[in-house]
């Protein structure tokens, strides 16, 4: 690499040429290559100090150029005779014909495997060995390149595994049918998925294929509830129909998200049934009352402590859409804990992570509180958050909402001592308990 960057110096080359040549650098062992021009070497000659070089870029140094030298030491040359480099030669050729091999090799093996793929698609549905034949179609589409993929696709494969997925909705009890299923999800799992594809994507979309991938999040191994989640996730950014799912499986869906949320073990699956659930509250009001009955503010509460920042975020943002409405409020309240986590993450994951803290301690605070929970704030050090956001230097809305909840329960808070005293004629508060 070295000898290549002297060699571009030296013969002041463009960027644009030693681009080129170091691509072929890269493609070609460093003792095949002529040192003037770095390209595979036809008729290698050896000059008296050693070095070889392509015949015809070694006769231009000396007898074009009138070069005395020898490229590479810069040795001066008393003599210029060449001497055929046969051993290289015959090293070259090998390497060559070796690659050529290999790469009619591996033309042979994307052949083999796209004839397989099409035999594979075209007998799978009518099988009675449809979780081997799965499995294998499974290695073959993750060994392949993108080509197989889409050869995949054009073959009518996605919408073969989709019929596979679907059967279940019929017979949910057979345990051959079930493991069909979840072989088809992991297959499913190793295809981009893009929203581009419209009728990929439509194919996934269908009621019944919603609806089954519904049946295995809940009752499928862990592996097959990873694959589900993950293309659920996937999917979210399209048109996802998750009322269809949501009134043909309850709350159970639900708790299912939160069991996949609550699973230390594979954040990844964790991460993705967060964002599934975040996309279906955002789409629906109704979905929230769903999720608060499965129990989802406690689980998100209990889980927030220990979350990462990024995690913690989208918990926290759950949480607050959920308190908007009074079901949500309650449970919030109900759970004893929610203060102490929402204060604990407050000022300490992000900007974003803190208006949406505020956020949800004034929703809260405008609905009526217990004398419990103002205490709480008080005790678990939200006051003191609250209070220490106020000295942010300029004018926001998260500062408008703090001073909001200061003056609605300034009274009760202002009698404790830790309560900042210039504070309380900032706020106006009443100054006879004082």
């Known amino acids: 690499l070295h000898l290549f960057i002297f060699q571009c110096c030296y013969n002041n080359l463009p960027k644009k040429t030693i681009r080129k040549l170091y691509q072929l650098f890269m493609d070609f062992p460093l003792h095949f290559r002529c040192p003037i021009s770095m390209e595979l070497m036809k008729d290698p000659v050896t000059i008296s100090t050693g070095v070889t070089y392509e015949r015809k870029n070694i006769e231009k140094w000396f007898y074009t150029c009138k070069k005395k030298t020898c490229p590479t030491t810069m040795q001066v040359l008393h003599s210029f005779d060449m001497t055929p480099n046969h ?41 009675p060995f ?40 019929i017979e949910s009890s057979d345990f051959v049918t079930f493991r069909a299923c979840e072989e088809a999800l992991s297959v499913l799992i190793k295809l981009p998925i893009v929203l581009e594809e419209e009728e990929t994507i439509n194919t996934l979309l269908q009621p019944g294929c919603m609806k089954s991938m519904a049946i295995i999040l809940q009752r499928g191994s862990e592996e097959a509830r990873f694959c589900t989640v993950s293309i659920l996730q996937r999917m979210m950014k399209s048109d996802c129909q998750w009322n269809v799912v949501i009134e043909d499986q309850g709350i159970e869906f639900f708790k299912s998200l939160m069991e996949i949320m609550s699973d230390e073990i594979c954040s990844k699956a964790s991460s993705c049934a967060l964002q599934v659930l975040i996309d279906i509250l955002e789409k629906s009001k109704k979905s929230r009352l769903k999720a608060i009955e499965a129990g989802a503010m406690c689980t998100l509460i209990e889980i927030l402590p220990d979350s990462s920042k990024s995690k913690s975020e989208k918990i926290m943002y759950l949480i607050k859409m959920m308190c908007e409405c009074a079901d949500g409020r309650m449970g919030f309240i109900e759970h004893g804990l929610g203060v102490a986590a929402i204060t ?20 809260i605070c405008n609905s009526h509180p217990t004398d419990k929970v103002l205490d709480d704030l008080l005790m678990y050090g939200s006051v003191k958050k609250l209070v220490a956001l106020l000295h942010i230097g300029g004018s926001s809305t998260t500062k408008e909402r703090v001073i909001k909840i200061l003056k609605l329960h300034g009274d009760k808070w202002k009698k404790n001592p830790c309560f900042p005293y210039e504070l309380k004629n900032y706020l106006g508060l009443e100054s006879d308990s004082l």
């Open 87 to 127: 051993t290289l030669k015959r090293l070259i050729l090998a390497w060559q014909n070796g690659k050529s091999q290999s790469q009619s090799h591996d033309d042979e093996l994307s052949m083999k495997h796209h004839d397989e793929l099409v035999s594979l698609i075209n007998t799978i549905e009518s099988s």
């Open 130 to 169: 449809k979780v081997s034949s799965l499995k294998k179609l499974k290695s073959i589409v993750e060994l392949g390149d993108h080509d197989v993929k889409d050869d995949f696709k054009k073959c009518g494969g996605v919408e073969v595994l989709v019929r596979i997925i679907q059967q279940i909705l």
């Open 344 to 363: 604990k993450k407050m000022l300490n994951i992000s900007n974003i992570g803190t208006k949406i803290g505020v956020k949800i301690i004034s929703l």
